[in-house]
T-cell receptor
Framework: GQQLNQSPQSMFIQEGEDVSMNCTSS?????WLWYKQDPGEGPVLLIA?????ELTSNGRLTAQFGITRKDSFLNISASIPSDVGIYFC???????????FGPGTRLSVLP | DVKVTQSSRYLVKRTGEKVFLECVQD?????MFWYRQDPGLGLRLIYF???????EKGDIPEGYSVSREKKERFSLILESASTNQTSMYLC?????????????FGSGTQLSVL
C-alpha cells in the first residue's frame, strides 16, 4: 500500500537554528499537508500544498511540494522553544478517499 | 476557523463497557474520520463517512462501529471496550475530496480501558 517515510525520526537543535525535515514516498500524490502535534493534543494543520513545485510559507515555516510529486519538505527558520513537537506529513492522490500519514519527526529545541 | 470538537479529552472505562466518543464539526464538511494514534504506529484509520448515514471501514474497524445521523456529528462506538483499545482517538473532517481540500483534526480523546 501507499506509505510515507519521514526523516529524520527525531532531532535535537539549538534555539535559533534552522530545521529541515522531509517526507518521501514511492507513490505519486497530488495533495501534501504538514501538521504539528503537541503532546496530548490533536494535530494542527500548518501548510497545505496542491501543485508540484509549489513553495508555500506560513511565518517561519516553508514547505515545498516536490517536482516528482513523491516528496515534500518542511523548513523551520530561527527555531524557538514552542516549535517543540511532532511534525507529520499527510498526502492523498486523486483517486483515494483518504489521506496517508507519515510516522512523524519529533523536534526538540534546546535553549 | 474550522472547529472540530471532541466531547471528552480524557475517558477512563472498564473492560466490557460500551463507550461512545462524539465528534462535531462546524464547517458543513461532507467527510468525517476517526483515527487512533498509538506510539510507534502513527495514525490509523478506523472508519470514515462521506455523507449522512454513510460509513466506510478504514484499516482497523474491528471492535468499533460508527454512526452519522447528522452531517455535523460523527460518533465512534466501542461495543465492548477492551484493554487493547486504550489509545488516543482523533476525529477529523474535510470537504468532499476535490482539489484543495484540507483535513482538520479535533483535540483528541485519550481513552484508558482498565
Amino acid at each position: 500500500g501507499q506509505q510515507l517515510n519521514q526523516s529524520p525520526q527525531s532531532m535535537f537543535i539549538q534555539e535559533g537554528e534552522d530545521v529541515s525535515m522531509n517526507c518521501t514516498s514511492s507513490s505519486i500524490f497530488n495533495t501534501w499537508l504538514w501538521y504539528k502535534q503537541d503532546p496530548g493534543e490533536g494535530p494542527v494543520l500548518l501548510i497545505a500544498l496542491y501543485k508540484a513545485g509549489e513553495l508555500t510559507s506560513n511565518g517561519r515555516l516553508t514547505a515545498q511540494f516536490g517536482i516528482t510529486r513523491k516528496d515534500s519538505f518542511l523548513n523551520i527558520s530561527a527555531s524557538i522553544p514552542s516549535d517543540v513537537g511532532i511534525y507529520f506529513c499527510a498526502a492523498r492522490d486523486n483517486y483515494g478517499q483518504n489521506f496517508v500519514f507519515g510516522p512523524g519527526t519529533r523536534l526538540s529545541v534546546l535553549p | 476557523d474550522v472547529k472540530v470538537t471532541q466531547s471528552s479529552r480524557y475517558l477512563v472505562k472498564r473492560t466490557g463497557e460500551k463507550v461512545f466518543l462524539e465528534c462535531v464539526q462546524d464547517m458543513d464538511h461532507e467527510n468525517m474520520f476517526w483515527y487512533r494514534q498509538d506510539p510507534g504506529l502513527g495514525l490509523r484509520l478506523i472508519y470514515f463517512s462521506y455523507d449522512v448515514k454513510m460509513k466506510e471501514k478504514g484499516d482497523i474497524p474491528e471492535g468499533y462501529s460508527v454512526s452519522r445521523e447528522k452531517k455535523e456529528r460523527f460518533s465512534l462506538i466501542l461495543e465492548s471496550a477492551s484493554t487493547n483499545q486504550t489509545s488516543m482517538y482523533l476525529c477529523a473532517s474535510s470537504r468532499a475530496l476535490l482539489a484543495g481540500e484540507k483535513l482538520f483534526f479535533g483535540s483528541g480523546t485519550q481513552l484508558s480501558v482498565l
